[in-house]
């Protein structure tokens, strides 16, 4: 009986997506003006929220951050024959947008401390058909930014930084996302902001925003025509549709009104994580994340390194056991069918596919409460004793 009170009380899901109470009655607003579409009310207000919060010049929700990336790389007119170097160990939307132009994904070596791109290796890949770098910032971990724009600045190319999980996460001072020439946000239902699918294109400068406003809105220039700049819009570009309903953003705007107090929450469930935990990581039992000086995370994730393979499948297992969810994270994308029909590993695989295999990421989520995080850390503790 006791045990299955115990189950009851921490049957811990991996994600639950965040909700402020708030997010039905601006849903209903929207319906209630009868303006469900996208570019609403709530998108403008959001896409506000966002050029203030990270001084981007330009920001533009989009249907996902695959779309994002998707416009990303029709603005900077990827083509058949180009290449464009990333890490192998991410999502596979970061070589579709660009493997959907015609390029091929150059995959380079991570570094074993942040699981970032290794930005030493990064020159080494670069060749006369390279075209761009994509930085992801994993965990909310900001890569080595001022290296790759340097690199970016030597050899003439565009960066756009997958930013996915970077929401309100900096390096030196400066918001991840904004730094390169372009920059993607993900406000998928496992991010720290939500809209269900979702996403944001952010720009540095003023060069790409009318040509994305056109190829967002289908190749038209509608958005002029909204604004009362022009009298009829028209097709101009090849485009989509990648505007997401009001709806979407309006549940997003409900978390941003509250976005210092949901990272605050997630930040103060990653601390107590790594405090918990740190004893382990000094006795050389697992390994923690790192953050590196100058980068200030947003607690997207807390993921705990097993010696290898078989020892984390073990881990997991027993969180299982005791009703923790725990799961690990990518595939290389260079190991896939599709990473090898339509990229290639520059340099040696030294750290990508051993430190993929070692890693599992604990449930964090706005929500998670103090005595369910300090179950998970007793949970660890004992799979280690």
Request: hydrophobic residues 35%; glycine residues 6%.
């Amino acid at each position: 009986m006791e045990k299955n009170k115990e189950y009851q009380q921490y049957q811990i899901k991996f994600n639950v997506p965040p909700h402020t109470g708030k997010e039905l009655d601006y849903i209903k607003q929207c319906i209630e003006a009868q303006k469900i579409c996208g570019d609403g009310v709530f998108t403008k207000k959001c896409n506000v929220w966002f050029e203030e919060r990270t001084q981007a010049k330009k920001c533009l929700l989009t249907t996902s951050c695959t779309h994002a990336t998707e416009l990303a790389a029709i603005l900077l007119d990827i083509k058949e024959g180009d290449e464009v170097i990333m890490p192998s160990f991410t999502f596979v939307s970061t070589a579709d947008a660009f493997v959907l132009r015609g390029a091929k994904a150059v995959f380079v070596d991570i570094r074993p401390d942040t699981m970032n791109i290794d930005e030493t290796k990064i020159e080494a890949a670069v060749t006369e058909k390279t075209k761009a770098i994509v930085p992801v910032h994993y965990a909310g971990v900001a890569c080595e930014m001022d290296t790759i724009m340097e690199i970016a600045k030597k050899h003439d190319l565009y960066v756009v930084e997958d930013a996915a999980q970077g929401v309100m996460a900096t390096y030196k001072g400066r918001a991840l996302g904004t730094i390169g020439d372009l920059g993607c946000y993900s406000f998928h239902e496992t991010k720290n902001y939500s809209m269900g699918e979702g996403g944001a294109l952010l720009m540095r400068d003023d060069r790409f925003i009318e040509m994305a406003e056109i190829v967002r809105e289908k190749g038209t220039d509608r958005s002029r025509f909204l604004r009362g700049q022009i009298d009829k819009y028209t097709w101009q570009e090849v485009g989509s549709s990648y505007l997401p309903s009001d709806m979407n953003a309006a549940y997003l705007y409900a978390q941003l009104e509250i976005a210092d107090e949901i990272n605050q929450a997630r930040r103060k469930i990653w601390d107590t994580y790594y405090a918990g935990l740190k004893p382990l990581a000094d006795a050389g039992k697992l390994e923690l994340p790192v953050v590196p000086e100058g980068c200030v995370h947003n607690a997207h994730m807390f993921y705990v390194k097993a010696h290898d393979q078989e020892e984390r499948t073990a881990l997991i297992d027993h969180l299982k056991a005791n009703n923790i969810l725990s799961v690990f994270h990518y595939i290389p994308l260079h190991s896939a069918p599709a990473g090898k029909k339509y990229g290639r590993f520059a340099g040696e695989d030294v750290y990508t596919t051993k430190e993929s295999e070692r890693l599992t990421r604990l449930p964090l989520f706005y929500g998670l409460t103090e005595e369910q995080t300090a179950y998970i850390v007793d949970k660890v503790k004992e799979f280690y004793r």
